[in-house]
């Protein structure tokens, strides 16, 4: 169907469990495959903004705890850590392909502040003019309350999508998608390839939290797809175990859950 055929901007958010091992360490075969598949994205003309999760439990590893802590202040403290261990491996990688990352941290003022909100999108799309792939995450050590803080990825990568205005958000995730009902207790449950409308029945057949290690589990990713898909972006929920999959969808193929984009917010465009 070529859903992906004409994206020439796509924001592509990888979470928690699919950058670490269970130990919480990076996950580095995995990162890898990653950084050549959107390396050669651009490769081939596309703009690519990467919003990575994971500093948080790299700098629980690195720092050698063996579990994410619930103080909130050693919980940031562990990001910042985590951050600069994630920006480190992803320049050493992506420099490898030839390629200049970025690293952009938010918060969710920016989003409330016409100045903040108007630098944003300057610096995404000069760094993007400039071929560099911008790599987002929340501020984590300097984000607390409801003011600053996004709560979690999904909404984060939601968020920069409509900033930098993509063709589409394409969410790697360890699902492989929306299913009918959930496939950890139910063997039957079918994968359903396309939401037309993402009203309150699709709410009702998602549930249940992620891993452990990342927050986002289906309801922050239909919530993420709400925000894109009002504005015009559609979303994809993709398994991102094999970021090779990601080849499928540049080749005109079908994976996961497409979630359309608003008709009406496409016609007002
Ligand atoms: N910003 C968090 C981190 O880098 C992840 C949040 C999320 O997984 O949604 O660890």
């Known amino acids: 169907m070529g859903y992906f055929r004409d994206s020439r901007r796509i924001v592509v958010k990888v979470g928690t469990s699919t950058l670490t091992h269970s130990t919480g360490h990076l996950n580095l075969r995995r990162i890898e495959k990653l950084v050549k598949v959107l390396s050669d994205m651009k490769n081939s003309g596309i703009q690519v903004v990467l919003v990575s999760s994971g500093a948080v439990s790299a700098g629980v590893a690195k720092l050698g705890f063996g579990t994410i802590p619930d103080a909130p202040e050693i919980k940031q403290a562990m990001a910042a850590v985590g951050q600069s261990e994630l920006m480190k491996i992803y320049d050493k990688l992506f420099s490898v392909y030839g390629h200049t990352v970025a690293q952009i941290l938010m918060t969710k003022d920016v989003l409330t502040n016409p100045d903040r909100k108007s630098a944003a999108v300057n610096t995404f799309n000069r760094l993007l003019e400039m071929n560099c792939l911008p790599i987002v995450n929340e501020n984590d050590s300097v984000s607390t309350d409801e003011l600053t803080k996004f709560g979690g990825n999904d909404i984060l990568s939601a968020h920069v999508s409509t900033l930098c205005e993509a063709d589409v958000l394409l969410n790697l995730s360890d699902v ?31 549930g249940g939290a992620g891993t452990s290690r990342g927050t986002g589990g289906m309801i922050a990713k239909l919530n993420a797809a709400k925000i894109v898909t009002s504005v015009g972006i559609p979303m994809f929920i993709l398994n991102g175990e094999d970021p090779e999959i990601l080849y499928t969808l540049l080749d005109g193929g079908h994976v996961g859950t497409y979630f359309c984009a608003d008709k009406r917010a496409k016609a007002s465009e």
Request: aromatic share 6%; hydrophobic share 30%.
């Open 176 to 206: 492989n998608g929306l299913y009918d009902s959930d496939p950890r207790t139910n063997p039957d449950a079918k994968l359903i390839d396309r939401v037309e409308t993402l009203d309150e029945s699709v709410y009702a057949i998602a």
